[in-house]
């Protein structure tokens, strides 16, 4: 017989970034929901330090979990956006083949576009491209119209405001010290700021902790290398970058996101090896340009410093010439914001993990385009946990 056990909520979500302020709304017509956080306030980490753009799902193959939650994440959040009027910029982006021989990747990821059915997507010449934006370097390109950018800060900030409209309570400033199975629901232990540690109770739990992820699931025994029923859940370190143009005139040199596919075999493999699509042109919400970002594998016990990073500039000032077709000079490119990936450590292409078991769900190498996907996440989540 189950020991009748008193619980002080129904779900918990371990991680108020987009992705558990996301799945939370979603699950919080099931019943009471509980978000653990440790930073003070939502979507800290992975959530705020990014490009921020809306993606339009032709980087992914076919029916993949990236490529589904991507593409139909993509219509929730613009109506997400309308909804509760946040920043978005529907701008669209540019893929482009600067030179002659990037041509090959270009079309690779025009027939990744064709076979996921992306929508508003088409060829454009040099010309056509430049009509867009008169100071890229480009030979021919693929015009996104889905495609947008996204305040971000305020995303997050909507997200939280309608999980408290819907009930949802929010433990910020408390880590998880302990977790454990208990009956057929979860006992949690908490560490607040101050020290002072408490336990909660609950029937389900949702792990979307992001780089935390891995040590969640090592608690409740799941082997991180993968095994019988279960995926590679350990993950590794990824720092993207940025760097921002101190002449204002550089600053507004774009209207739109540029992305160069990068020269070589494959744009997948070379994701795959260099752990992100490379350094692209990006704008924010107020229109200005931004240069990244690049990427570092790091060691597992780096810390997340979210601290501005000023490298050796050549390769920024050689990027920055090869996208603009102009000399940057070294001091007009400034350091930006810096970001972590929580990459799977598997070789080859790595989809997002979503795994259910007996009331708990994984969310594992939310990455990219984990923004985009948030909302479709949720909506996935919560489907597991019928």
Not at 45 to 48: C, F, K, L, Q
Not at 175 to 179: E, F, G, I, M, P
Not at 238 to 242: A, S
């Given at each position: 017989?189950?020991e009748n056990?008193?619980?002080?909520?129904?779900?918990?979500v371990?991680?108020?970034g987009?992705?558990?302020?996301?799945?939370?709304f979603a699950?919080?017509?099931?019943?009471?929901?509980?978000v653990i956080?440790a930073?003070?306030?939502?979507?800290r980490?992975?959530?705020?330090h990014?490009?921020g753009?809306?993606h339009?799902?032709?980087?992914?193959p076919?029916?993949t979990?990236?490529?589904r939650?991507?593409?139909?994440?993509?219509?929730?959040?613009h109506?997400?956006?309308d909804r509760?009027?946040?920043?978005?910029l529907?701008?669209g982006?540019?893929?482009?083949?600067?030179?002659?021989?990037?041509t090959?990747?270009?079309e690779?990821?025009?027939?990744?576009?064709l076979?996921?059915?992306?929508?508003?997507v088409?060829?454009?010449?040099?010309d056509e491209?430049?009509?867009f934006?008169?100071r890229?370097?480009?030979?021919e390109?693929i015009?996104?119209?889905?495609?947008?950018?996204v305040?971000?800060?305020a995303?997050?900030r909507?997200?939280?405001?309608a999980?408290?409209?819907?009930?949802?309570?929010f433990?910020?400033?408390h880590?998880?010290?302990?977790?454990e199975?208990?009956g057929?629901g979860?006992a949690?232990?908490?560490v607040d700021?101050?020290?002072?540690?408490?336990?909660l109770?609950?029937g389900a739990?949702?792990?979307?902790?992001g780089?935390?992820?891995?040590?969640?699931a090592s608690?409740?025994?799941?082997?991180?290398?993968?095994?019988e029923?279960v995926?590679?859940?350990a993950?590794?370190k990824?720092?993207?970058?940025?760097y921002?143009?101190?002449?204002?005139?550089?600053?507004r040199?774009?209207?739109r996101?540029?992305?160069?596919?990068?020269?070589?075999r494959?744009?997948a493999s070379q994701q795959?090896r260099r752990?992100?699509?490379?350094?692209?042109l990006?704008i924010?919400?107020?229109?200005v340009a931004h240069?990244?970002?690049?990427?570092t594998?790091?060691?597992d016990?780096?810390p997340?410093?979210y601290?501005?990073v000023?490298e050796?500039?050549?390769?920024w000032?050689?990027?920055?010439?090869r996208?603009?077709?102009?000399?940057?000079?070294a001091?007009?490119?400034?350091?930006?914001?810096?970001?972590?990936r929580?990459?799977?450590?598997?070789?080859g292409?790595?989809?997002?993990?979503?795994?259910?078991?007996?009331?708990y769900?994984?969310?594992g190498?939310?990455?990219s385009?984990?923004?985009?996907?948030?909302l479709?996440?949720?909506?996935?989540?919560?489907?597991?946990?019928?």
């Open positions: 017989m189950t056990i008193e619980r002080d909520a129904d779900l918990a371990i991680g108020a987009v992705v558990g302020l996301a799945t939370a699950l919080s017509s099931r019943g009471s929901v509980v956080e930073n003070e306030a939502p979507g980490e992975t959530s705020a990014n490009t753009i809306v339009a799902g032709m980087f992914y076919q029916g979990l990236k490529q939650l991507c593409m139909e994440g993509n219509v929730l959040l109506e997400w956006a509760y009027e946040v920043p978005l529907r701008c982006k540019l893929i482009i083949a600067v030179e002659p021989e990037d090959d990747n270009l690779r990821v025009w027939e990744q576009c076979a996921n059915e992306v929508p508003d088409r060829r454009v010449t040099g491209g430049r009509a934006e008169p890229v370097r480009m030979h390109g015009w996104s119209g889905t495609s947008s950018v305040d971000q800060a995303y997050a909507s997200l939280e405001s999980c408290l409209e819907a009930g949802v309570l433990a910020y400033n880590r998880v010290a302990s977790l199975r208990e057929d979860f949690l232990g908490a700021g101050d020290g002072n540690e408490a336990t109770r609950v739990l949702v792990n979307a902790a780089h935390g992820a891995p040590a969640i608690a409740l025994g799941y082997p991180l290398d993968g095994g029923g995926p590679v859940l993950q590794r990824n720092r993207g970058i940025y921002d143009f101190a002449n204002p005139a550089l600053g040199a774009i209207s996101p540029v992305y160069p596919v990068p020269a070589g494959s744009v795959d752990g992100g699509l490379g350094v692209h990006s924010d919400v107020d229109g240069l990244g970002p690049d990427t594998w790091m060691p016990d780096a997340l410093d601290r501005s000023d050796d500039r050549t390769p000032v050689a990027a920055a010439r996208l603009l077709g102009e000399d940057v000079p001091e007009d490119l400034v350091p930006g914001q810096v970001g972590y929580p990459k799977l450590a598997v070789d292409f790595a989809d997002f993990v979503i795994m259910a078991d007996r009331g769900v994984h969310l190498g939310i990455e385009p984990g923004l985009t996907s948030s479709a996440i949720g909506r996935e989540v919560a489907r597991l946990l019928t």
